[in-house]
């Protein structure tokens, strides 16, 4: 099984286009029994966070793009709201089992901050993703691509995802090779990056996503190239399916389940 136990799971959802409550909790719970699952892991992105902001502030001066992204979206919601939201959930029997973390974007330099906000929140896991490759925020809109070369930042996304694997922060690695989201392809064949990604993946003991959004977002396919998921399963990295679900209605859609994981 892809989950590491004998139900079926969805380790990658959204809370943030509602409020913290558990009425917003229960309308996930409801969708993940209508689908079938067992577990949901609900998380939220670091940024939206006023705490994690001073780990975004190279790249904010760095890029006008990401700058102005940032004071639209950056810190407008309650860390402390959410964990107040998470230690209520905890009380309450659900009908799946619940966990709850952070997605934080992996920014070299940021690993004390996080480490140090982490400590004492409590929550069940941190997953890593890459969302900038230096101030390139290549996932937001196919427009930035435009110059850019792209052997030059696939060789940066998994130079930096090997960073997050091992800098022995993160429990996952989210959507592994979303930087083909856009269509892009390099000129040079990613075995050796696939290797050297999921072996750092497997020294550290974490997880890798088999995550749907990309597709869902603009149709590129669903979780893991076929490559890069052999190299995972070679090395023996643990896989979750993800949804990347923002909201109720897609937990669970467009899982890339494979019972041979």
Excluded at 75 to 98: M, N, Q, T
Aim: proline letters at 5%; one cysteine or more.
């Amino acid at each position: 099984m892809p989950n590491g136990g004998s139900g079926v799971l969805d380790c990658h959802i959204h809370l943030e286009t509602g409020p913290y409550t558990l009425q917003w909790v229960e309308e996930y719970v409801r969708f993940a029994q209508e689908r079938g699952l067992s577990e949901i892991h609900l998380l939220e992105h670091s940024y939206l966070f006023p705490e994690f902001l001073p780990m975004y502030e190279a790249v904010q001066q760095e890029s006008s793009f990401i700058d102005g992204w940032l004071n639209r979206k950056g810190g407008k919601r309650s860390f402390a709201e959410y964990l107040r939201l998470v230690d209520e959930a905890r009380r309450v029997r659900w009908p799946v089992r619940l966990r709850f973390g952070l997605e934080v974007c992996y920014i070299p330099g940021s690993e004390a901050l996080v480490q140090s906000i982490a400590r004492e929140a409590g929550l069940d896991f941190l997953v890593g993703s890459v969302h900038f490759i230096d101030a390139f925020a290549f996932d937001h809109t196919p427009a930035l691509w435009e110059g850019v070369d792209i052997d030059w930042a696939y060789r940066r996304f998994f130079e930096r995802s090997i960073q997050l694997a091992s800098c022995g922060l993160f429990d996952g690695l989210a959507h592994p090779d979303s930087i083909k989201l856009f269509g892009h392809q390099p000129s040079f064949a990613l075995e050796p990056f696939y290797e050297r990604l999921a072996a750092a993946l497997a020294r550290s003991g974490m997880y890798a996503e088999q995550n749907s959004g990309v597709f869902r977002r603009t149709g590129a396919p669903v979780g893991m190239e076929p490559a890069l998921l052999e190299e995972m399963r070679h090395a023996g990295v643990r896989l979750q399916t993800g949804s990347d679900a923002h909201c109720p209605e897609d937990v669970g859609r467009g899982h890339a389940y494979d019972r041979r994981a």
